[in-house]
């Protein structure tokens, strides 16, 4: 899995509540990617990140929020998570030099 | 956005046979890459293709670079049971920063 360690692997929460997922890595990537992948639409990004503290939106941005305090590190919040936000979760990294991203084992989360 | 559509959406097959699935975008994309995925697993990455018209091989597996940009290619031959996951394409165009669009997917089914 190329360095990349995602936590939880799975969770339950209920409709309401904040949750926050880590995304690790140990590869020193400056790129680091956040998607979710629900049946019939494929992969779809939700933040990325270019560098300690520089994160922006992706495609499916509202509802969650980002941060990137070091290297390793890149949290997604779901401020307020909602049964639409229930799917599995994955983040990826590249190195500046190549689009060759790698992907974590991903998290499930179901909000109920 | 960008869009990938990614086809055939599945593909039921015998041990042995040849495989071949496309992906086509409605804007040019400066790489092309090709995941593949199983069950429970995050998407793992097979080729990456940076030039157009470029046919990388890995094993079985081949791809090109479609010479519009626009378009990519993953040949499978001689299937066997591993063969089994979704394939996922994905483009990046540099100037749009360093974020993959993915493809909808191709389910690959083989029977031994």
């Known amino acids: 899995d190329a360095g990349i360690t995602q936590s939880p692997r799975h969770k339950v929460t209920e409709t309401g509540t904040p949750v926050t997922l880590r995304c690790h890595q140990t590869?020193?990537?400056?790129?680091m990617y956040w998607y979710r992948q629900d049946p019939g639409h494929g992969l779809r990004l939700i933040h990325y990140s270019y560098g300690v503290k520089d994160t922006d939106k992706g495609e499916v941005s509202d509802g969650y929020s980002v941060s990137r305090s070091k290297t390793e590190d890149f949290l997604l919040t779901l401020e307020s998570a909602t049964s639409s936000q229930t799917s599995v979760y994955f983040c990826?990294?590249?190195?500046?030099?190549?689009?060759?991203?790698?992907f974590g084992q991903g998290t499930r989360l179901t909000v109920v | 956005g960008q869009q990938l559509n990614q086809s055939p959406q599945s593909m039921f097959i015998q041990e042995g046979e040849d495989v071949s699935m496309n992906c086509t975008s409605s804007?040019?994309?400066?790489?092309w890459l090709w995941y593949k995925q199983d069950p429970g697993e995050g998407p793992v990455l097979l080729i990456a293709l940076y030039k157009a018209g470029e046919l990388t091989s890995n094993g079985r597996l081949t791809a090109q670079f479609g010479i519009t940009r626009k378009d990519s290619f993953l040949n499978i031959s001689a299937s066997i049971p591993s063969d089994v996951g979704i394939y996922f394409c994905?483009?990046?165009?540099?100037?749009?920063?360093?974020?993959?669009?993915f493809g909808g997917g191709t389910r690959l089914m083989v029977k031994p």
């Open positions: 804007s040019i994309f400066n790489t």
């Open positions: 590869e020193n990537h400056r790129y």
């Open positions: 990826a990294i590249s190195p500046l030099e190549t689009a060759e991203a790698f």
């Open positions: 994905a483009g990046m165009n540099n100037n749009a920063g360093n974020m993959l669009t």
